[in-house]
């Protein structure tokens, strides 16, 4: 059946590309146009006339989710990315486990911080903390939940929203990382060792939920991650996390 599904929607992208049909922008475009629409591959068309194949997740938290693979991350520019990402309040996590299953979650940002949207960029982290690993190269996907200015300032809480759950912590010093990022590491470069183990990124895999249908997406989707939230929360990486082997982020 897999290999079925795979060879259906391989066609589908031949055809698509082929009468020029690719034209919507977002997975969301795709099921706003046909609620029908089931999750799975897709090509979509971006601002630099780009055509792009993403994963689009049609059913968790109300689907319209757009993921990203590596190697089309590298084909696209910050103008394309910005204009996928239009949903500035969730985000969708999905984490790929040595056992096969992907479970998910959706990602906001801790109630008092509601007003300040969610951060993605691509290669940017302009006015946030600097990630870890940069030394594995361009491109990256740069999540964020609070400017630097502000978890800079120690403020009462530092965090997120995992699922509903209220992921917080109160930081001890000054440091501004709160982010979660994505590295595809073409140049193939060693990880950093840096390691702080805490409850912030614990909570995150602890809070997963696995999708009803047990559908997963393509395993190319996934990239190595890390998750940084400074000032006594924590520093993981799914290199070090038991049973993960790579994470992926959905937007719409």
């Not at 997740?57 to 520019?77: H, V």
């Not at 509601?114 to 996907?141: C, E, F, K």
């Amino acid at each position: 059946m897999a290999l079925l599904f795979a060879q259906f929607w391989n066609f589908a992208l031949i055809v698509c590309i082929a009468v020029g049909t690719c034209k919507s922008e977002t997975c969301k475009d795709l099921l706003s146009s046909d609620a029908k629409k089931p999750s799975g591959v897709y090509v979509i068309s971006v601002p630099s006339k780009a055509t792009i194949e993403v994963y689009c997740e049609m059913g968790l938290n109300g689907g319209g989710y757009t993921f990203i693979s590596p190697d089309s991350l590298s084909s696209i520019t910050a103008q394309d990315l910005a204009s996928m990402f239009k949903d500035r309040n969730s985000l969708l996590i999905r984490v790929r486990k040595t056992d096969g299953s992907q479970p998910y979650a959706v990602l906001q940002q801790l109630s008092e911080y509601a007003h300040i949207p969610l951060r993605l960029a691509l290669s940017d982290h302009s006015g946030y903390a600097t990630p870890v690993n940069l030394q594995l190269g361009l491109p990256y996907l740069y999540v964020s939940f609070l400017p630097a200015s502000i978890a800079s300032a120690m403020p009462a809480t530092n965090g997120f929203n995992v699922n509903g759950y209220r992921n917080a912590f109160k930081p001890c010093d000054r440091n501004p990382s709160s982010q979660i990022t994505l590295f595809p590491n073409f140049r193939e470069v060693e990880f950093s060792r840096y390691h702080a183990k805490g409850a912030t990124c614990d909570n995150l895999i602890s809070r997963l939920a696995q999708n009803p249908s047990g559908r997963v997406m393509p395993q190319e989707y996934f990239m190595f991650a890390e998750m940084h939230f400074g000032g006594c929360g924590c520093y993981d990486d799914t290199k070090r996390l038991p049973a993960v082997t790579g994470y992926s982020i959905g937007f719409r």
